[in-house]
């Protein structure tokens, strides 16, 4: 007996965005004929505020469609999604019933994220509770060194955490970079 082997799942999505349809059907290695009926799509919607409740009117929307078992993502959106002046977003033409994860970034802001279930999404609508991203007014700076405290020159160094916002430098001749917008509260900070 040994365990069966893994295949690789897929997904097949469709949209039409002029009369707002849309579908999605999994599918693996041996899958060979597929029907894809489109459907009335889901539109995800909702708006992006400062800690003080003002319009965040320069944030980006990314919507990925998850594949089922797979981890990963696909879709869709051939660039991130805007906010209009009130700082609102809507994302039609989404195939409904499946599991999607709404990204959102500003330049000088951190970023949020929301995992929308499946259930939540068997709908044609699914209007989401305001993103509130945090400020990135702080500056973080530190030196990059080898083993034998000597500067490394060039080394990619990356920062995340949660709110804050995804960014990478390099360090310059002497070890030493720079992130000008970091959020405050706790930062992964990697080389």
Not at 110 to 115: D, F, Q
Request: proline share 6%.
């Amino acid at each position: 007996g040994g365990a069966p082997a893994t295949q690789s799942q897929y997904l097949l999505a469709g949209r039409e965005t002029e009369h707002n349809w849309a579908a999605a059907v999994a599918l693996d290695e041996k899958t060979t004929k597929i029907d894809l009926h489109l459907q009335e799509g889901l539109t995800i919607s909702g708006s992006v505020q400062d800690p003080a409740g003002s319009p965040v009117k320069n944030a980006m929307i990314q919507v990925i469609l998850m594949i089922p078992r797979a981890g990963g993502g696909v879709f869709g959106q051939q660039q991130p999604a805007t906010v209009d002046a009130q700082g609102a977003f809507s994302i039609g033409s989404l195939p409904q019933g499946q599991q999607y994860s709404v990204n959102v970034s500003a330049t000088g802001y951190g970023s949020a994220n929301r995992t929308l279930a499946a259930v939540e999404t068997a709908r044609t609508s699914a209007p989401l509770p305001p993103f509130t991203l945090k400020v990135a007014n702080l500056t973080l700076e530190g030196r990059v060194v080898d083993a034998n405290d000597k500067p490394v020159a060039g080394a990619q160094v990356n920062i995340n955490g949660n709110g804050q916002p995804n960014d990478s430098v390099n360090s310059d001749s002497k070890g030493h970079f720079v992130f000008k917008q970091v959020c405050e509260g706790p930062v992964q900070v990697y080389a």
